[in-house]
């Protein structure tokens, strides 16, 4: 391998990594909280002087909010990652649920976070696929995607428990712990 294959130069890899960020759609703030980084480093990248040189845990960084492993980050030309941000993944095993969720993911966010989870994307039921996308803007930004998609698990998880529990002898406690923890939780009503 030549020495101009194993090193990159740092302005040119920091201009990749602003035509991916553009073609994602994202701003400066957009990037900086799907990659984790503060806002002065992802202004150095997309607004590059050359005067500095990027860490790995940034190259990093910007790699797995791209999508991206950092060898095909640093190696491959940026017309070819261009092509992959550019097309939705296919659906996975005949699964369009997947496919609609990413084709309806406007938010960079939601958009990065699927990227980056795919396994976890596939887990999805249609209904939290409905909710996901309903929430996409404000409401998404204030909760985070992540903890988002973690409530939506911890709930899909403890429905399936609860159905065991529900086909058990312990249907009669599980009614009256229900019972007692939903009379908790729903609102006062006049008259009933």
Known sequence: MSESTTKHNPADLAAKIARLAEEKGWNQEDFANIADLNRQTIRQILQPTGKRRLR????AACAKALGLSVNELKTLP?????????QPPPPVNGDNRLHRLYQQATQ???R????RNPERSRE???KEID???ALQGEALNAIGVETFV?????????????????DSELLEALET???????????YHEGT
């Open 150 to 166: 973690c409530k939506l698990e911890r709930r899909r998880n403890l429905m399936e428990q609860v159905r065991v529990v529900a």
């Open 108 to 110: 960079p966010e939601l």
């Open 124 to 126: 999805l039921t249609d």
């Open 78 to 86: 940026v017309e070819r990652l261009l092509q992959r941000l550019r």
């Open 112 to 115: 990065a976070w699927l990227d």
């Open 131 to 133: 909710e996901l996308l």
């Open 56 to 59: 790995n845990a940034t190259i």
């Open 177 to 187: 712990i229900v019972g007692l923890m939903f009379d908790k939780v729903s609102p």
